[in-house]
């Protein structure tokens, strides 16, 4: 999940707040915690049900007993399917539960959702990252509090040490289940914590220091990043030749930051473009979820698609945004001139670009070819597969990333509604997507 991008801070007297529940020793503490600190505000407690032990039944029986107990509400999601040959189970159930909780606490009425999380997860993540070669957005390990998709996920107990949190609940008589499988050292963490903690008792706390510093590096790298790229990028395009003068290492950093919006880089890409990119080539990359592409020095980015859309009949006769899924983007009717006559525009067919074409930017101009039209108004190569609209018949009306075409304007003293395409990504306009001769 992407974090939001304003941030915010959570209200811990909404109306609802929602705590993620396993059964084991903290999240029952923190459970216990919450609904005896809540104050108008109802708590409700979310089992995820993994499907992976014989007694997880009887866990999530035992998590709706607590809860009923401590008079908050209880949600459970089982999870469902089973990891692919090959994939990590941890991986594959962190993933299922993060979807789960997020569900169950939107589904709950809640924006606020705890977890328990301490000192030594803490230590543990920062380790267990350092030893995958991760960097200081790595190392920063588990933030405090961070919003995802409209809801707050907060650690209280980040700073705790897990015996605050052991003698809280003997103090209070609270009964836990024990996971057989936190003693499997198949699992990495359970490596860690079978054999760091007993050898280094006192490395929990200079770890989670070390994770405290990682953040304050990664807050100050998003920050540089930030004013590096004011100048020099949109979300559509980072300006290569002037990317290129800043020093290896802001370069590095201000590559990250850009491609953040799109994927999680791996550090093998950014290594990658910085090396072969040269001033005036024209490169591809191939990336997660899709493509880099350097082109006129400026760096792009394609999201990965399957076969384009078939052709479709279109009814544009009325202002508004159409989307058209598949395409990317979507059209936008609205009156001005010069446009076409909506009477032209109720029944189109919107198609791929196949074969040769001709474009017409401008009532005084030349037709052109769709493949010069197009490097004309600097349109990128893989943005030139469309879509085009015809009308009913068959001439011409528009085309994605040029406009519409001087062909089709409707005389003076017709009403007249414009076309203009928008990409998803709701990027500034480049003048290939102004409407023509606008």
């Given at each position: 999940m992407a974090d939001s991008a304003t941030p915010r801070t959570a209200d811990p007297s909404g109306d609802v707040v929602a705590v993620a529940f396993s059964g084991g020793l903290d999240s029952t503490a923190l459970l216990h915690a919450t609904a005896r600190a809540a104050?108008?505000?109802?708590?409700?407690?979310?089992?995820?049900?993994?499907?992976?032990?014989?007694?997880?039944?009887?866990?999530?029986?035992?998590?709706?007993?607590?809860a009923r107990e401590l008079g908050v509400g209880f949600a459970c999601t089982?999870?469902?399917?089973?990891?692919?040959?090959?994939?990590?189970?941890?991986?594959?159930a962190r993933a299922g539960r993060h979807r789960a909780l997020h569900d169950m606490s939107i589904a709950a009425g809640a924006d606020l959702l705890l977890l328990a999380h301490h000192r030594r997860d803490q230590a543990e993540t920062f380790l267990l990252q350092a030893l995958r070669g991760a960097g200081v957005a790595g190392l920063s390990a588990m933030p405090r509090a961070q919003w995802r998709y409209g809801l707050c996920w907060a650690r209280p107990w980040l700073d705790l040490p897990r015996e605050a949190i052991l003698a809280y609940a003997e103090q209070h008589g609270l009964r836990w289940i024990e996971d057989p499988s936190n003693g499997d050292a198949r699992?990495?963490?359970?490596r860690l914590r079978l054999s760091l903690w007993p050898a280094f008792p006192a490395a929990e706390a200079g770890l989670a220091q070390a994770a405290r510093w990682a953040q304050q590096a990664a807050d100050l790298a998003a920050e540089v990043a930030a004013a590096d790229l004011a100048g020099l990028s949109t979300p559509g395009r980072l300006d290569l030749s002037a990317w290129a003068r800043l020093s290896p290492a802001r370069a590095s950093n201000a590559l990250r930051a850009w491609l953040s919006a799109h994927m999680t880089a791996p550090a093998s890409l950014v290594v990658r473009v910085q090396a072969e990119w040269r001033l005036g080539a024209t490169l591809s990359w191939p990336a997660p979820g899709g493509a880099l592409h350097a082109w006129r020095d400026g760096l792009f980015w394609e999201a990965q698609s399957s076969k384009l859309p078939g052709s479709v009949v279109l009814d544009l006769s009325r202002p508004g945004r159409y989307p058209q899924a598949g395409w990317g983007g979507a059209w936008v009717v609205e009156p001005a001139r010069p446009g076409v006559a909506p009477a032209r525009l109720v029944r189109l067919t919107q198609q791929g670009r196949s074969g040769a074409g001709q474009f017409q930017r401008a009532p005084a101009s030349v037709p052109r070819s769709l493949k010069k039209a197009c490097q004309e108004v600097g349109l990128p190569p893989w943005r030139r597969s469309g879509p085009l609209l015809f009308d009913a018949e068959?001439?011409?009306?528009?085309?994605?990333?040029?406009?519409?075409?001087?062909?089709?304007?409707?005389?003076?003293?017709?009403?007249?509604l414009a076309l203009r395409w928008l990409e998803d990504s709701a990027l500034p306009q480049s003048e290939g997507e102004d409407r023509v001769g606008a």
């Open positions: 104050a108008g505000c109802r708590v409700v407690a979310l089992h995820v049900h993994h499907g992976l032990q014989s007694h997880a039944d009887d866990w999530a029986a035992h998590g709706e007993r607590v089982r999870l469902s399917g089973s990891p692919a040959p090959g994939d990590s189970i941890e991986a594959w699992f990495a963490r359970n068959q001439r011409l009306i528009a085309v994605a990333g040029l406009g519409m075409d001087a062909r089709a304007f409707a005389n003076q003293d017709e009403p007249q």
